[in-house]
């Protein structure tokens, strides 16, 4: 679902930052080569990515769902010169996808590929996150929530993609769509929530940002 028009949407584009010429190189690279390609993040919100992590100017990044490496791209950009980012996937498919752009990026000795189970993963990190993106099976968002929870202090930021679920979250409920259900409940959550301040944003298909008090 588009929940703007797509001139707005291409206008919008056009005045945004410039998507830089690796990651159109990546876009291309994944429709040509890699299935469900819309799964990508994209220019826009691979600029919002960019621009807020400048503005948190993070030492230690989380990622969860790596996908072919387009988002953690982004979120590398605004990285401290000492800063690390630890990204989790489950496809080991990707893998070499993902190490040659980054590679090619000037962040590649910064940003560390973990594969397996996040929820396994996670609690083996020693570092205390300043950002988190989180992205990846929505049935299991709320367990990762809780635990990034453990691995980030008051003022950690967490991202929260595909939070609208292309407006199924406001359309009746299907009885066996769990996907929805997970998701409505998980935004009620971080609403009410009394650990972060939260706000959900329309950008793209719904990108929630929590800040942990």
């Not at 621009?51 to 953690?72: D, Q």
Request: aromatic share 8%; proline share 4%; charged share 25%.
């Amino acid at each position: 679902m588009h929940f703007l028009s797509e001139v707005l949407e291409t206008y919008i584009q056009e005045h945004s930052e410039a998507e830089p010429k690796l990651l159109q190189e990546l876009t291309r690279e994944t429709h040509l080569k890699v299935v469900r390609p819309r799964m990508i993040t994209g220019h826009f919100q691979g600029r919002v990515l960019s621009i807020l992590s400048k503005l948190i100017n993070p030492k230690y990044i989380l990622e969860i769902g790596t996908y072919t490496g387009y988002s953690a791209l982004c979120l590398a950009e605004g990285l401290r010169k000492t800063g690390m980012l630890h990204t989790i996937d489950i496809n080991p498919e990707l893998t070499d996808m993902q190490r040659r752009y980054f590679d090619q990026s000037g962040f590649g000795e910064q940003i560390v590929q973990h594969l397996g189970d996040a929820l396994e993963i996670i609690p083996r990190l020693e570092q205390v996150f300043d950002l988190v993106f989180i992205d990846a099976e929505k049935l299991s968002y709320d367990a990762y929530f809780e635990a990034v929870l453990q691995r980030t202090t008051s003022g950690s930021i967490i991202l929260s993609d595909n939070v609208l679920w292309s407006g199924k979250v406001v359309t009746p409920l299907d009885p066996k769509d769990k996907v929805t259900q997970i998701l409505l409940n998980y935004n009620r959550k971080l609403k009410e929530d009394p650990r972060v301040e939260t706000v959900l944003l329309p950008i793209r298909d719904g990108l929630t940002l929590c800040r942990v008090r």
